[in-house]
């Protein structure tokens, strides 16, 4: 009975060889998919978090300087769901030739900062309404109307997503 474990043994070496050419041809893989300089809008990377520099996941949505991208996290905190940042990590390409995405959709629940058009400032609030035709606004709900109406219709470009509804 012991020969047939020892031949068994030596069967079972050989196996290990096996999975470390399969990684090989993955790092081919790998080089052809990163063959592009950069990142492009639609890429998954990792970046630190500027509050914490701990690194997290997200999307990058348009290239704003020659070393900086806006991202929108996976997860973002209650306070930033798009930040800029500087040293991003590929983790997935995006589809090559992927437009930025400068107007990230929003949802109703959204928590948003929106423009006050009256004093042009910008103020916390939540989506409430959004547009079911082109050219339709979006209504906001602000969180602190201050004696103002407590909604507003805006366009998107008056609008940044801060978070994300749960």
Do not use: C, M
Not at 49 to 70: A, C, E, M, T
Request: aromatic fraction near 10%; charge should be negative; proline fraction near 9%.
């Amino acid at each position: 009975a012991k020969k047939k474990t020892i031949a068994k043994k030596k069967k079972a070496e050989p196996e290990p060889e096996e999975p470390a050419e399969k990684p090989a041809k993955k790092q081919t893989v790998a080089k052809k998919v990163d063959e592009r300089e950069g990142f492009f809008a639609g890429d998954r990377v990792s970046a630190q978090y500027h509050r914490d520099n701990q690194w997290y996941p997200g999307i990058i949505l348009y290239q704003k300087d020659v070393d900086s991208w806006d991202i929108s996290w996976d997860e973002p905190d209650e306070n930033e769901q798009i930040t800029t940042i500087y040293r991003p990590k590929l983790i997935k390409r995006g589809p090559e030739g992927h437009p930025d995405i400068e107007n990230v959709p929003i949802a109703i629940g959204d928590k948003v900062w929106a423009l006050f058009l009256e004093d042009q400032n910008w103020y916390d609030g939540v989506i409430t309404a959004v547009p079911t035709e082109p050219g339709n606004k979006y209504t906001v709900r602000w969180d602190d109307p201050d004696g103002a109406p407590p909604t507003a219709t805006l366009e998107r470009h008056d609008i940044k997503l801060k978070l994300r509804k749960a």
